[in-house]
């Protein structure tokens, strides 16, 4: 085993890295009875930190 593969990560450094560099989740839900599709539910988010360079859209809002 190498140090890589050894080397634990908290979680909250991991969120941190993620949400530094953005982090994008996509996927789809079906509501289906007797094969029949009631619901679905497309999901498409981009999830990223604000900062000097990523400025807040809801700034004007205040």
């Not at 599709?37 to 999830?47: E, G, M, P, Q, T």
């Given at each position: 085993m190498?140090?890589?593969?050894h ?21 789809d ?33 205040r």
């Open positions: 190498t140090v890589v593969e080397r634990e990560i908290a979680l909250v450094d991991l969120l941190d890295r993620l949400l530094a560099g953005g982090v994008v989740i996509t996927g839900i079906t509501l289906r009875i007797a094969e029949v599709d009631l619901v679905r539910i497309d999901l498409n988010a981009l999830i990223s930190s604000v900062n000097e360079n990523v400025p807040s859209p809801f700034e004007e809002l």
